[in-house]
């Protein structure tokens, strides 16, 4: 069969990238309006909000390595269904739990069953995506996680604008239900199944060693990417650019599902590399263009220039990892892929904001394009040690 016949977009293919996409619109209508819940409703101060965000993450970077086992061991459908499950139920509880300490520890319980999901949904997309197209098709996959950075907040947004937070969460829990549903009509007969390995741990359990030196780029480019994604609010109001920043995430996403085809294609018969190099100036030239932006039409090009340096790297060194390792072990690399993602995130936020506050938010944007560029060099010097899709299939 060649690869024009291979198809991507099956049946099961829709239910998990719809699922997906259910998942992150609840965790980025979260991140967006929990800091304003906690302000706006109970009172809390701005550092006492950014603990959600914190609590959150911590827990997703301490369950993820683990994620791979358990996989290995309970199968990723079981685990995905019953991550689901919890998830949906910590998604309706936001409509009780108002102090902050019992807040803080629902959003600890809530990054558990997000690490779990999102591991278990990536390795599922990664088996179901024929080999020939995997560039392609886990590309088209997280577009769904793409569609949520725009949706997510936008309707978060909208919701807590014209009615009430209790709406949102009834909203949330409604859409995390849907994803659950279609989840339980994924059939998995025909991939790997589980293994009798018992439930033990070694290093190797954890952390994906072929997967490794790509997971380091990944979390360095979610450092320079926490830019973003944690201040670019708080620097657009710093420039009087609200207006535009609802639509900086619209061109942003617009400009990864645009390229994502393109991006995909090139990925599948030229190689990682004809995607990554280019990538990484596109995100650089962005990050410089935020550093210097005064008005909303600089803002937006940035917007376009990120999104199609982030989606093209983020979507191909995810690829990358799990083409680095054998096929049975790719829930292993996805969860080493995530892992130093979310590391790189939680790193970048904190050690970004020391920066914004001591040297401002042109330091920052500045810093982080400095950074690709090193990033860069340490992606052309480890290339070759990763393992290309040919010697996967050899192994």
């Not at 198809?7 to 998942?23: A, D, E, P």
């Not at 995905?80 to 629902?106: E, N």
């Not at 280019?278 to 376009?304: H, T």
Request: with cysteine; hydrophobic share 55%.
């Amino acid at each position: 069969m060649t690869v024009a016949h291979e198809k991507i977009w099956t049946k099961r293919f829709i239910s998990l990238f719809i699922m997906n996409l259910t998942v992150f619109f609840v965790f980025y209508g979260l991140v967006t309006t929990l800091p304003l819940y906690a302000l706006d409703v109970l009172g809390q101060t701005d550092k006492e909000a950014g603990l959600l965000l914190t609590a959150f993450l911590v827990s997703a970077i301490v369950v993820r390595p683990f994620s791979g086992k358990l996989l290995d061991v309970f199968g990723k459908r079981k685990l995905l269904l019953i991550g689901l499950a919890f998830y949906f139920v910590c998604s309706v509880l936001y409509l009780w739990i108002k102090p902050l300490p019992f807040l803080l520890a629902l959003r600890f319980f809530h990054g558990i069953w997000f690490s779990i999901i999102t591991t278990a949904a990536g390795s599922l997309a990664a088996d179901i995506v024929p080999t020939s197209r995997k560039g392609a098709g886990l590309g088209y996959y997280t577009m769904s996680t793409n569609l949520a950075v725009v949706i997510g907040p936008f309707i978060g947004l909208l919701v807590i604008q014209y009615s009430n937070f209790n709406m949102l969460f009834v909203i949330l829990s409604s859409v995390v239900l849907v994803g659950g549903l279609l989840a339980l009509t994924i059939n998995t007969d025909d991939l790997q199944q589980p293994t009798n390995a018992k439930l033990s741990f070694r290093l190797g359990d954890l952390f994906e060693r072929p997967s490794m030196p790509v997971a380091l780029i990944a979390s360095l480019v979610a450092f320079s990417y926490a830019s973003v994604l944690s201040f670019l609010s708080v620097y657009a109001q710093h420039k009087g650019l609200m207006a535009a920043a609802s639509w900086f995430y619209a061109v942003f996403a617009a400009a990864m599902l645009l390229t994502r085809p393109y991006v995909g294609r090139l990925y599948d018969q030229k190689g990682a590399v004809y995607v990554i190099v280019p990538a990484f100036f596109f995100f650089g030239i962005g990050l410089v263009m935020l550093a210097y932006v005064e008005g909303a039409v600089l803002f937006l090009i940035a917007g376009a220039f990120v999104g199609i340096g982030y989606g093209s790297l983020n979507t191909s060194l995810q690829a990358l990892a799990i083409q680095a390792t054998k096929p049975e072990r790719s829930s292993y690399a996805t969860a080493t892929y995530f892992t130093m993602f979310d590391v790189g995130i939680a790193l970048g936020s904190y050690v970004l904001g020391i920066i914004a506050l001591k040297l401002g938010y042109m330091a920052v944007y500045l810093g982080s394009a400095a950074l690709m560029v090193g990033v860069l060099a340490l992606y052309l010097v480890i290339k070759r040690r990763v393992k290309q899709p040919s010697q996967i299939e050899t192994l």
